[in-house]
């Protein structure tokens, strides 16, 4: 072979726990989606990206899953906009300070905002009366989750992604938060 090649595949929470129903990619390596864990399209969904709980039921068969992983922690935030009890859109990279405009939007309860007055915001028309479900990831949380899996997966020599950074989300969190989660994942 003129290249020495290896081959990974991403894997879902749901494939480590039923792995001998899914099947395990022919590949070397996988990557571990710690994200989208739940429901987006629900909209009584807090945050879809990193929930603790329900990552803790799949994380049952992680000693036995037969692929080495690496692990994706998720480093973004959108807006989920609902309209009539329906979830419309995402609306990508969207945090709070997109939101401080109180003749245009009311914080509810928890992450959840009503549009005021009808409105544009992002490139996207909101109508009075529309819900935004803010999702972003604090950074104890990504820690939490560091700590989460560090009791779960057997030792080994892995690596860590933070996904998805770009221009806009590298700055979202303080550039030691970056080192404190590599430093917690080496341990």
């Given at each position: 072979?003129?290249?020495d090649?290896?081959?990974?595949?991403t894997i879902?929470?749901?494939q480590?726990?039923?792995?001998?129903?899914?099947g395990?990619?022919?590949?070397?390596?996988?990557?571990l989606?710690y994200y989208?864990?739940s429901?987006?399209?629900?909209p009584?969904?807090?945050?879809s990206?990193?929930?603790l709980?329900?990552?803790?039921?799949?994380?049952?068969?992680?000693?036995?899953y037969?692929?080495p992983l690496?692990?994706a922690?998720?480093?973004?935030?959108?807006?989920?906009?609902?309209?009539?009890?329906?979830?419309?859109?995402?609306i990508?990279?969207?945090?709070?300070e997109?939101?401080?405009?109180?003749?245009?939007f009311?914080q509810m309860?928890?992450?959840f905002f009503?549009?005021?007055?009808?409105?544009?915001l992002?490139?996207?028309y909101?109508?009075q009366g529309?819900?935004?479900?803010?999702e972003?990831?604090?950074?104890?949380?990504?820690?939490?989750?560091?700590?989460?899996?560090r009791?779960?997966?057997?030792p080994?020599a892995?690596?860590?992604?933070?996904?998805?950074?770009?221009?806009l989300t590298?700055?979202r969190?303080?550039?030691?938060?970056y080192?404190?989660?590599?430093?917690?994942?080496?341990?």
């Open positions: 072979a003129p290249f090649q290896s081959y990974s595949a879902r929470l749901h480590i726990k039923y792995f001998t129903r899914t395990v990619p022919p590949v070397d390596r996988g990557m989606m989208n864990m429901p987006v399209m629900d009584q969904t807090t945050n990206i990193l929930d709980g329900e990552a803790a039921k799949y994380l049952v068969n992680v000693d036995r037969p692929l690496d692990l922690l998720p480093m973004y935030t959108w807006g989920v906009l609902i309209r009539e009890g329906k979830v419309i859109r995402l990508n990279n969207l945090g709070p997109a939101l401080v405009d109180t003749s245009r009311e309860d928890g992450p009503e549009v005021k007055k009808s409105t544009y992002e490139g996207y909101l109508y529309d819900r935004l479900r803010l972003q990831v604090e950074a104890d949380t990504l820690i939490a989750a560091l700590a989460q899996l009791l779960a997966l057997p080994e892995r690596s860590l992604a933070f996904y998805h950074l770009d221009s590298v700055n969190y303080a550039y030691d938060l080192q404190k989660l590599q430093k917690l994942f080496e341990q």
